[in-house]
């Protein structure tokens, strides 16, 4: 039985993570997944239901509760969270909720089954390469200058983005690391076109 094709792009905030992955699904017509938003959508979702996002036990309950639906819009529950994941709340708050061990785990296994039900994918996030699809037909992790990726991340402080960077790097549970298979490509000056091709010659 013939593995699903899964692409695996990793890397901090601001690396051109997002718009690479699409680039490089459309060029092979798989579907992508943004699992960082999943993480967010958790968060959002506790905030708007008054579960203290620091509170483990509780933030686990609702992400293993949560019906959760990511694409071009994001849903928990029916309600649509989409303009919601990049607010600054969340922003403080997503790097707390992705360290609970018991909320990684249930998420990892949506992002599993996702790629089983859609037959493979290119799957973006911070640990995929390294725990969710250590088997990837090719592991990406993309990185960019300080500078470039505050410019990227125009909505959010810089210190903000430093600050999920430090801590999701630092937890004990599937922290942000490249892959030691994967292949690391700094994007600061390079066209996205330029990378999608040098992703796609790898496999």
Do not use: C
């Amino acid at each position: 039985m013939t593995e699903p094709l899964v692409v695996a792009i990793d890397g901090p905030a601001g690396s051109g993570k997002s718009t690479v992955a699409r680039a490089v699904a459309e060029r092979l017509g798989l579907e992508v997944l943004d699992t960082g938003s999943m993480y967010r959508a958790v968060t959002s979702l506790a905030l708007r239901e008054g579960v203290d996002p620091r509170d483990a036990d509780k933030v686990t309950i609702l992400a293993t509760a949560v019906d959760l639906r990511v694409g071009v819009r994001v849903l928990a529950d029916g309600v649509d969270l989409t303009k919601t994941l990049r607010s600054e709340a969340v922003n403080e708050l997503v790097s707390v909720v992705a360290s609970v061990p018991g909320v990684r785990r249930e998420l990892v296994e949506r992002q599993r089954a996702w790629v089983a039900e859609h037959g493979g994918g290119v799957v973006e996030g911070r640990d995929i390469g390294s725990v969710v699809f250590p088997n990837a037909a090719v592991k990406v992790f993309l990185t960019a200058s300080d500078a470039e990726r505050a410019r990227r991340r125009g909505d959010e402080a810089p210190e903000s983005v430093a600050r999920r960077d430090l801590l999701d790097g630092g937890r004990e549970v599937s922290p942000l690391v490249a892959a030691s298979d994967a292949h690391v490509l700094d994007t600061t000056d390079r066209a996205v076109g330029d990378v999608v091709e040098e992703i796609l010659s790898w496999l």
